[in-house]
């Protein structure tokens, strides 16, 4: 009996690590673009290309700033925003359930940043 759940439990363990590879496997990156409105808008790549995954849709308005720095500042495996306003604010949105909307965003996170460049990095 001892046995049979120490093989029932590897063969389970093993399911869940196939499931957790494919999910992972299946993730990919996708796009979001400004348009001159200032609307965020999501194409999702899937089946490697962006015909018929649904794209354009509206994530986000009012985006007018000088910088835009994708990283997961949350921390959740999902890429956010940090953008750079005129006046030298970094602005945190974050981005979760497929939207900046309702998340809390636009949270100012730092001031004083008026440099050339910026890089996003686990330094
Ligand atoms: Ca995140």
Do not use: C, H
């Not at 994708?70 to 999902?78: C, F, K, L, S, Y």
């Not at 940090?82 to 945190?92: A, E």
């Not at 979760?96 to 440099?115: A, K």
């Amino acid at each position: 009996m001892k046995k049979f759940l120490k093989q029932a439990f590897l063969t389970a363990s093993i399911a869940v690590s196939i499931i957790m590879s494919s999910e992972a496997f299946t993730r990919a990156e996708d796009l979001i673009v400004r348009d001159s409105s200032g609307n965020l808008r999501l194409y999702p790549f899937q089946n490697n290309t962006f015909y018929n995954n649904g794209g354009g849709t509206i994530v986000g308005n009012g985006f007018n700033f000088t910088n835009y720095l994708v990283a997961d500042w949350t921390g959740d495996g999902i890429p956010d925003l940090i953008v750079r306003d005129s006046s030298g604010n970094l602005r945190l949105y974050p981005f979760q359930n497929n939207t900046f909307y309702n998340n809390g965003g636009g949270t100012i996170v730092g001031n004083g940043f008026n440099f050339t460049d910026y890089f996003p990095g686990d330094w």
